[in-house]
C-alpha cells in the first residue's frame, strides 16, 4: 500500500468537541466499517443540519480485492485526520484507494481540482515517439471504456505492445471515475486529466494522475491484477440495468466476483436479445432506420454502424413540424437550422444542408460515423443524420443557450457573462480544441472557429458546433490545401487566408481571436478606427505594448474580474496570433498555461497584422520600421509568472 497525497484546501476548520468533529468520527467510522463492500465505493452523510453535515466516501482501485480495499481505507481513515487536522474538507490518495470527506455536498458532481500528476522517475528512452503514438489511442479507449460502464465500477484497464529502439514491450493503462458519475462527467473528468498528461509528464515512463473524481494510470509494467479486473462484457442498456445504488447493495454471501459476472452477463446479454427481437417483432419496425432514439441509447457501442445513426425524413418533419418557420432558430454557411423534438421529448437541432457534398452517399455516411463518435463536454454532439431523395440533413443535440456572440456582442446581454463566466468559457473551449486537436482519433481541425459556433448549455458550458464539416464535405485534408470552404475574416490565420493553408495552428490563431473578443466584448471584424488602430488584434498588441492591457477588458467587467487571469488570457491570446506558425503555441501548452500552474508563460511578440478592407477581402499590413524589440521588461513585470 503506497500513500500518494493528502490535499486539505485549508478553507474551513471545525473546533475541537463540536459536533462536526463527531459527525466526522462516525462517518469514518461508517466507511471503515463498509470497507468490503464488493463494489469498492460508499458514500454516506452524517447529520441533517448544515453547517454541520458532513459527506464523505471511499473509493477502492476497481482491481483490488475487498481484503486489500479494507487495509487501505482503514488506513485512510486513520491517517486523514493527521494530514489535515481540524479541517472540514481533506481527501487523501493512495495507490490503493483514496478517501474523501468535505461539508459541502459532493456526489454526483464532478471535480478535478486539484489534480495532481505523480511520475515515475525513469525517462522513457529511445523513440518516444512511437510510445506516444501508443499511449493516446490505448488511454482514450481506456478512458472511453471507464466512463460508458452503466453498472458497478466506472473503471476500466488496457494494455497495449510498445515498441522503441527495436525492442517491443507492453504498456499498461488504467482509469477510473468514482461510480456516482454519469457517464458524461465522467468522460469529462477523464479526458481532462488526460488532457495534462503532455504537459506534467512527457516523457515519463510512468504517470499517476489523480484528481476528486477520477484518475488515471499507465505504466510499462503490470501495475494492476489483470485477473481481477472485470471482463469488458458488452455493458448493458442503462433502462435494462440501472446503477445499483451502492448504499443499497447486498453482501455477496461469499459467491466470488467472477462467479456473479459468469452468471449475470449471460442472462443480461440473452436479456438483453430477447428484449431486441421482442421489440422487432411486437413493433413491425426495421431495424434499418431508426425511428428515433435518446442520447442515452447511444452509448460508444452503438454508435458505429450508420444504421444506428440514420434518421427518415418523416421523423425529422415530426419532430420539426414539417420545419416550420416557428422551429426555424438560426442559419449559418451550410443551412438553415430548426429546433425539433423526438416523440421521448428528447430536443435536437436539426440542420438541413442547402450545399452539396462533394462525395458520394456512402462516404457521406461514412463521415458521419467517425464525427459522431468525437463526444467531448465541449463539442456539440452529432446525434446522427438524414438522407433522402433531395434532402441532407444532420441532427445535433440542442444546446439551450444560444451562441457566444449573442452575448458577448450586444451590449446588454454582455452584462451577464461576468469574468468567472467567461473565464470558464475560454477554458471549456480550450478542451474542447485540445479533444479535436490531440486527443480524439481523428485529429481535427475546426478551420472555422468563431464566437458564433460556441453555443452555451445550460450552465453556459460553451460547446464548440460544425466541426468535422471538412471531412463531411470532402474537402481536401492536407494542409496544403487551397480551397477555402471554412474560415470567417477577422479569425483567419494569415498563412490561410493568403494561401490556403490550414493546420492546428491556424485554429490556434483564431482561437486567440476568440480570446481577445471574449475579454473586450468586440468583434474582431467589426472593429472600429475609434481605437487608434484598425483592427482588434492591433489594438490589444498597442495596449499590451504600452503596458496597459487591462485597458481591453468590456467596461462590464470591472466588477468581476481577476487582473491576473485577465492579463494572463490577454498574454494568451496574443501568443496565438503570433504570425510565425511555429511559434503559436499549442492546445495542449496553452492548458496549463490557463489553468496557472505553468509558470513560464513565454512572452508574445509582434503579431500578425490583418485589416480587413470591405466585407471578404483582407490585405496583410506590416509596419517594417515597428521595432522588433519590445519592452519585455515593463510587459513581464505586469504578467504574473
Ligand atoms: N446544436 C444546436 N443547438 C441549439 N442551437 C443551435 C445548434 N446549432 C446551431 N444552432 C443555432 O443556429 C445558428 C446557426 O448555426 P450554424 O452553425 O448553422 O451557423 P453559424 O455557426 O452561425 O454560421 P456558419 O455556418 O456560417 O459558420 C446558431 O447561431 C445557433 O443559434
Same mark, same amino acid.
Given at each position: 500500500?503506497?500513500?500518494?497525497r493528502?490535499?486539505?484546501?485549508n478553507?474551513?476548520?471545525?473546533s475541537?468537541?463540536?459536533?462536526?468533529?463527531?459527525?466526522?468520527n462516525?462517518?469514518?467510522l461508517?466507511?471503515?466499517s463498509?470497507?468490503?463492500?464488493?463494489?469498492?465505493?460508499?458514500? +454516506?452523510?452524517?447529520?441533517?443540519s448544515?453547517?454541520?453535515?458532513?459527506?464523505?466516501?471511499?473509493?477502492?482501485?476497481?482491481?483490488?480485492?475487498?481484503?486489500?480495499?479494507?487495509?487501505?481505507?482503514?488506513?485512510?481513515?486513520?491517517?486523514?485526520?493527521?494530514?489535515?487536522?481540524?479541517q472540514k474538507?481533506?481527501?487523501?490518495?493512495?495507490d490503493?484507494?483514496? @478517501?474523501?470527506?468535505?461539508?459541502r455536498?459532493?456526489?454526483?458532481?464532478?471535480?478535478?481540482?486539484?489534480?495532481?500528476?505523480?511520475?515515475?522517475?525513469?525517462?522513457?528512452?529511445?523513440?518516444?515517439?512511437?510510445?506516444?503514438?501508443?499511449l493516446?489511442?490505448?488511454?482514450?479507449?481506456?478512458?472511453?471504456?471507464?466512463?460508458?460502464?452503466?453498472?458497478?465500477?466506472?473503471?476500466a484497464?488496457?494494455?497495449?505492445n510498445? *515498441?522503441?529502439?527495436?525492442?517491443t514491450?507492453?504498456?499498461? *493503462?488504467?482509469?477510473?471515475?468514482?461510480?456516482?458519475?454519469?457517464?458524461?462527467?465522467?468522460?469529462f473528468? @477523464?479526458?481532462?486529466s488526460?488532457?495534462?498528461l503532455?504537459?506534467?509528464?512527457?516523457?515519463?515512463?510512468?504517470?499517476t494522475?489523480?484528481?476528486?473524481s477520477?484518475?488515471?494510470r499507465?505504466?510499462?509494467?503490470?501495475? +494492476?491484477n489483470?485477473?481481477?479486473?472485470?471482463?469488458?462484457?458488452?455493458?448493458?442498456?442503462?433502462?435494462l440495468?440501472?446503477?445499483?445504488?451502492?448504499?443499497?447493495?447486498?453482501?455477496?454471501g461469499?459467491?466470488s466476483?467472477?462467479?456473479?459476472?459468469?452468471?449475470?452477463?449471460?442472462?443480461?446479454?440473452?436479456?438483453?436479445?430477447?428484449?431486441?427481437?421482442?421489440?422487432?417483432?411486437?413493433?413491425?419496425?426495421?431495424?434499418?432506420?431508426?425511428?428515433?432514439?435518446?442520447?442515452?441509447?447511444?452509448n460508444?457501442?452503438d454508435?458505429?454502424?450508420?444504421?444506428?445513426?440514420?434518421?427518415?425524413?418523416?421523423?425529422?418533419?415530426?419532430?420539426?413540424?414539417?420545419?416550420?418557420?416557428?422551429?426555424?432558430?438560426?442559419?449559418?454557411?451550410?443551412?438553415?437550422?430548426?429546433?425539433?423534438?423526438?416523440?421521448?421529448?428528447?430536443?435536437?437541432?436539426?440542420?438541413?444542408?442547402?450545399?452539396?457534398?462533394?462525395?458520394?452517399?456512402?462516404?457521406?455516411?461514412?463521415?458521419?460515423?467517425?464525427?459522431?463518435?468525437?463526444?467531448?463536454?465541449?463539442?456539440?454532439?452529432?446525434?446522427?443524420?438524414?438522407?433522402?431523395g433531395?434532402?441532407k440533413?444532420?441532427?445535433y443535440?440542442?444546446?439551450?443557450?444560444?451562441?457566444?456572440?449573442?452575448?458577448?456582442f450586444?451590449?446588454?446581454?454582455?452584462?451577464?457573462?461576468?469574468?468567472?463566466?467567461?473565464?470558464?468559457?475560454?477554458?471549456?473551449?480550450?478542451?474542447?480544441?485540445? +479533444?479535436?486537436?490531440?486527443?480524439?482519433?481523428?485529429?481535427?481541425?475546426?478551420r472555422?472557429?468563431?464566437?458564433?459556433?460556441?453555443?452555451?448549455?445550460k450552465?453556459?458550458?460553451?460547446?464548440?458546433?460544425?466541426?468535422?464539416?471538412?471531412?463531411?464535405?470532402?474537402?481536401?485534408?492536407?494542409?496544403?490545401?487551397?480551397?477555402?470552404i471554412?474560415?470567417?475574416y477577422?479569425?483567419?490565420?494569415p498563412?490561410?487566408?493568403?494561401?490556403?493553408?490550414f493546420?492546428?495552428?491556424?485554429?490556434?490563431?483564431?482561437?486567440?481571436?476568440?480570446?481577445?473578443?471574449?475579454?473586450s466584448?468586440k468583434?474582431?471584424?467589426?472593429?472600429?478606427?475609434?481605437?487608434?488602430?484598425?483592427d482588434?488584434?492591433?489594438?490589444?498588441?498597442? @495596449?499590451w505594448?504600452?503596458?496597459?492591457? @487591462?485597458?481591453?477588458m468590456?467596461?462590464?467587467?470591472?466588477?468581476?474580474?481577476?487582473?491576473?487571469?485577465?492579463?494572463?488570457?490577454?498574454?494568451?491570446?496574443?501568443?496565438?496570433?503570433?504570425e510565425?506558425?511555429?511559434?503559436r503555441?499549442?492546445?495542449s501548452?496553452?492548458?496549463?498555461?490557463?489553468?496557472?500552474y505553468?509558470?513560464?508563460?513565454?512572452?508574445?511578440?509582434r503579431?500578425?497584422?490583418?485589416?480587413?478592407?470591405?466585407?471578404?477581402?483582407?490585405t496583410?499590413?506590416?509596419?517594417?520600421?515597428?521595432?522588433?524589440?519590445?519592452?519585455?521588461?515593463?510587459?513581464?513585470?505586469?504578467?504574473?509568472?
Amino acid at each position: 500500500l503506497n500513500f500518494l497525497r493528502h490535499f486539505c484546501p485549508n478553507t474551513t476548520t471545525y473546533s475541537p468537541n463540536s459536533i462536526y468533529q463527531s459527525n466526522l468520527n462516525q462517518l469514518l467510522l461508517t466507511l471503515s466499517s463498509n470497507a468490503t463492500r464488493e463494489n469498492g465505493y460508499y458514500n +454516506y452523510t452524517v447529520g441533517h443540519s448544515p453547517p454541520d453535515t458532513i459527506y464523505g466516501f471511499f473509493l477502492c482501485r476497481g482491481d483490488v480485492n475487498t481484503d486489500v480495499c479494507e487495509i487501505c481505507v482503514k488506513n485512510a481513515t486513520t491517517i486523514i485526520s493527521q494530514r489535515c487536522p481540524n479541517q472540514k474538507e481533506a481527501t487523501i490518495w493512495y495507490d490503493k484507494c483514496m @478517501l474523501r470527506y468535505s461539508n459541502r455536498s459532493i456526489f454526483s458532481r464532478v471535480n478535478f481540482s486539484p489534480g495532481r500528476s505523480m511520475f515515475n522517475t525513469q525517462n522513457f528512452n529511445g523513440n518516444s515517439y512511437n510510445f506516444i503514438a501508443v499511449l493516446v489511442p490505448t488511454m482514450n479507449e481506456t478512458v472511453h471504456q471507464a466512463a460508458h460502464k452503466f453498472s458497478g465500477k466506472k473503471f476500466a484497464t488496457k494494455d497495449a505492445n510498445v *515498441t522503441a529502439s527495436g525492442k517491443t514491450g507492453k504498456l499498461f *493503462t488504467l482509469a477510473q471515475c468514482t461510480p456516482d458519475l454519469s457517464s458524461e462527467d465522467c468522460l469529462f473528468c @477523464l479526458q481532462d486529466s488526460t488532457s495534462r498528461l503532455p504537459a506534467c509528464c512527457e516523457n515519463k515512463k510512468g504517470v499517476t494522475f489523480i484528481s476528486l473524481s477520477c484518475n488515471i494510470r499507465y505504466e510499462t509494467y503490470p501495475f +494492476y491484477n489483470a485477473t481481477t479486473v472485470p471482463a469488458a462484457a458488452p455493458a448493458p442498456a442503462p433502462e435494462l440495468a440501472p446503477a445499483p445504488n451502492p448504499k443499497n447493495k447486498q453482501g455477496n454471501g461469499g459467491i466470488s466476483r467472477q462467479v456473479i459476472i459468469a452468471i449475470v452477463v449471460p442472462i443480461a446479454v440473452v436479456s438483453l436479445v430477447v428484449l431486441l427481437v421482442g421489440l422487432r417483432f411486437l413493433t413491425g419496425r426495421t431495424m434499418k432506420q431508426k425511428q428515433y432514439g435518446t442520447t442515452k441509447e447511444r452509448n460508444e457501442d452503438d454508435i458505429s454502424t450508420v444504421e444506428s445513426l440514420q434518421y427518415e425524413l418523416n421523423t425529422i418533419e415530426i419532430a420539426t413540424t414539417s420545419f416550420s418557420a416557428d422551429n426555424k432558430i438560426g442559419e449559418g454557411g451550410f443551412g438553415d437550422v430548426y429546433k425539433g423534438t423526438f416523440p421521448d421529448g428528447q430536443e435536437i437541432a436539426v440542420k438541413r444542408l442547402s450545399k452539396s457534398s462533394a462525395q458520394g452517399a456512402k462516404e457521406f455516411k461514412n463521415e458521419i460515423v467517425l464525427v459522431a463518435k468525437l463526444q467531448h463536454r465541449n463539442l456539440v454532439r452529432l446525434l446522427g443524420f438524414c438522407l433522402e431523395g433531395e434532402e441532407k440533413i444532420l441532427i445535433y443535440e440542442f444546446v439551450p443557450n444560444k451562441s457566444l456572440d449573442y452575448f458577448l456582442f450586444d451590449p446588454e446581454k454582455q452584462r451577464l457573462l461576468d469574468w468567472s463566466r467567461r473565464h470558464k468559457i475560454i477554458r471549456g473551449i480550450t478542451r474542447g480544441l485540445l +479533444y479535436l486537436h490531440e486527443e480524439s482519433r481523428l485529429k481535427i481541425v475546426h478551420r472555422d472557429l468563431k464566437a458564433s459556433n460556441k453555443l452555451l448549455d445550460k450552465d453556459m458550458n460553451p460547446k464548440i458546433s460544425d466541426f468535422g464539416m471538412a471531412r463531411i464535405f470532402d474537402v481536401d485534408q492536407s494542409v496544403e490545401n487551397t480551397i477555402k470552404i471554412a474560415g470567417t475574416y477577422g479569425y483567419m490565420a494569415p498563412e490561410y487566408a493568403i494561401h490556403g493553408q490550414f493546420s492546428v495552428k491556424s485554429d490556434v490563431f483564431s482561437f486567440g481571436v476568440l480570446i481577445l473578443e471574449i475579454i473586450s466584448g468586440k468583434k474582431s471584424n467589426g472593429f472600429y478606427k475609434s481605437h487608434g488602430t484598425r483592427d482588434l488584434i492591433s489594438y490589444a498588441w498597442k @495596449l499590451w505594448r504600452n503596458g496597459a492591457p @487591462l485597458e481591453l477588458m468590456d467596461p462590464t467587467l470591472q466588477e468581476s474580474f481577476v487582473s491576473d487571469e485577465v492579463i494572463r488570457c490577454i498574454r494568451i491570446g496574443l501568443l496565438c496570433v503570433e504570425e510565425d506558425v511555429n511559434k503559436r503555441p499549442t492546445m495542449s501548452s496553452i492548458l496549463p498555461m490557463l489553468e496557472s500552474y505553468s509558470d513560464t508563460l513565454p512572452i508574445p511578440r509582434r503579431p500578425a497584422f490583418f485589416i480587413p478592407s470591405g466585407s471578404d477581402s483582407m490585405t496583410k499590413e506590416r509596419n517594417p520600421n515597428q521595432p522588433q524589440s519590445i519592452n519585455e521588461a515593463s510587459i513581464s513585470e505586469l504578467c504574473p509568472r
